[in-house]
């Protein structure tokens, strides 16, 4: 079958860093989403990793091990306005998605 | 910036009754999409469509959800009747044609979502 975990919530202080871990199972691979999602506002997309290694877009920057199954989001200088859910998702071959039940990161002053 | 918009925004109805949500996708993505997410959980699909025809509905609740794109190219998702478990935020996403410049797997652009509440 497939399966993604991510941790349900995490605590972060503002300026710092965190990490986001997501684990997957499926039975291919076609790349790994991140998507950030607002309290009462829909998701929006931050990243797609196809190959292993790390990719930086300004603050946040998404970490992906396909032999390990395995994959982070990294968010660095924290803003209060990250303080979101963050939903790690894979496509399943049908050009459907496979979504994380998310994390909702709390960043505190 | 293109967008998809759905609507309502917000619907508050009472068990039994009928509910419409629309969707109309960004000009020229080929694929839609609609999800329901309960509060805590990640989205569940229930039907993709492809152009004008149903993909996939195998999650769709059809002894009261119904579906429809038409013309390829708004949606409407019907609830008739509506019952308590149904209260949970409806979003509608599209995806370009598959294939497409940005690679094989393209990322879905979702509007804003229909927030549903049933009394």
């Known amino acids: 079958g497939q399966n993604i975990d991510q941790p349900t919530e995490m605590t972060a202080t503002e300026g710092a860093i965190v990490q986001i871990n997501c684990t997957y199972q499926?039975?291919?691979?076609?790349?790994l989403f991140w998507y950030q999602q607002h309290a009462g506002e829909a998701p929006t997309f931050l990243s797609y990793?196809?190959l292993d290694g790390l990719e930086e877009k300004g603050r946040f920057s998404s970490f992906l091990s396909r032999s390990k199954g395995y994959s982070y989001l990294l968010l660095k200088e924290l803003q209060m306005k990250d303080s979101a859910s963050y939903l790690c998702a894979v496509p399943d071959g049908n050009y459907q998605l496979i979504w994380g039940a998310g994390t909702k990161l709390i960043i505190k002053p | 910036e293109a967008e998809v918009a759905q609507s309502p925004r917000y619907k508050i109805t009472e068990k039994s009754q009928a509910v419409a949500f629309w969707c109309d996708p960004i000009s020229g993505h080929a694929t839609l999409y609609w999800y329901r997410q309960i509060l805590g959980q990640g989205p569940e699909l229930l039907v993709q469509f492809q152009d004008e025809s149903v993909v996939d509905d195998s999650q769709l609740p059809k002894d009261r959800f119904s579906a429809e794109r038409l013309k390829g190219v708004d949606s409407t998702l019907k609830i008739q009747p509506a019952e308590l478990g149904d209260s949970a935020m409806y979003l509608c996403?599209?995806?370009?044609?598959?294939?497409?410049?940005?690679?094989?797997?393209?990322?879905?652009?979702f509007g804003p979502g229909t927030r549903l509440t049933v009394l």
């Open positions: 990793n196809v």
């Open positions: 996403a599209s995806s370009p044609q598959t294939g497409s410049e940005s690679g094989p797997y393209n990322e879905q652009f």
């Open positions: 499926t039975s291919g691979f076609n790349g």
